[in-house]
């Protein structure tokens, strides 16, 4: 049975995919980006994309990877663009009220980092070897979900700095949990400059790749099975053939930055990115 097989039933998963259809365009006015090869051109935090339409639609939707925006497609906003829209500026948008503005782009950024924080909480809590912290993980659960219903100005003046610290030794310890029940010693690669290793085949079951730079690495036919890859940065892996069943807080814009094939194994509730 794989780590996340079992949930536990009074801790469902909030709503925390996005709804572009229910968002204000958010992540295409409120945050920057630079031309490189993830963006086609600069554009400055709070003006809109050039390709943002007027239903607050993208205009080259089904062709962002092949018009220069790939980092499009691998951006998440855990359900914060829905969330800040409909909840906290109650479906007033920004260009019918543009006063608003300001305030909505100065919003978005910090409710994607609550709802970030929300999915690797409720993540953690299907884990059933992290069950010696699910009390404490419910509560913090409950904690943050309550600071994504406040106002606008309640959600500017948060530490959201402080609030990652102390859900982040939370999450450290569901990684300990949960990798301490791989046979064997594992690997400690956490923050680790692994940008183009050669690591086809490498047995990795149970790492730390907590924050790890594994851009453009060699991960073909790896074993990854039960590694934590929090925060690690896949962007052009080659995970072909890769084993990532099992393993720890795997985000679809993870699998969505690398590369993969029809032999890459991935954990539940994952997609494999049309790419690949």
């Not at 049975?1 to 925390?16: E, I, N």
């Amino acid at each position: 049975m794989s780590q996340r097989q079992a949930s536990v039933t009074d801790d469902s998963r909030p709503d925390l995919q996005a709804d572009c259809g229910s968002c204000f365009g958010l992540c295409c006015v409120a945050l920057p980006f630079a031309a490189s090869a993830d963006f086609a051109v600069n554009k400055d935090a709070g003006t809109p994309c050039a390709n943002l339409k007027a239903d607050f639609s993208c205009g080259i939707h089904t062709r962002l990877r092949q018009s220069g925006f790939s980092g499009c497609t691998v951006f998440d906003c855990f359900g914060a663009g829905q969330k800040v829209s409909q909840v906290t500026f109650g479906g007033r948008d920004w260009r019918r009220e543009p006063g608003s503005a300001r305030q909505m782009f100065e919003v978005f950024p910090v409710m994607r980092q609550l709802h970030e924080l929300l999915w690797y909480v409720s993540e953690a809590l299907t884990l059933p070897a992290a069950r010696p912290v699910h009390g404490e993980l419910r509560r913090a659960r409950t904690e943050i979900d309550g600071l994504t219903r406040g106002s606008a100005e309640s959600l500017a003046g948060l530490d959201v700095p402080a609030l990652r610290g102390r859900v982040n030794t939370l999450l450290l310890r569901t990684s300990e949990l949960v990798r301490e029940k791989v046979p064997g010693r594992t690997k400690n690669h956490r923050g680790a400059d692994l940008m183009g290793a050669r690591l086809a085949g490498a047995k990795l079951r149970g790492a730390n790749l907590r924050g790890a730079y594994l851009i453009a690495a060699d991960l073909r036919k790896a074993d990854l099975r039960e590694a934590d890859v929090i925060g690690a940065d896949f962007r052009d892996a080659d995970l072909s053939g890769a084993d990532l069943t099992g393993s720890i807080f795997l985000t679809q814009a993870q699998l969505n930055a690398a590369r993969g094939d029809a032999a890459t194994r991935l954990p539940a509730g994952l997609e494999r990115p049309a790419h690949w």
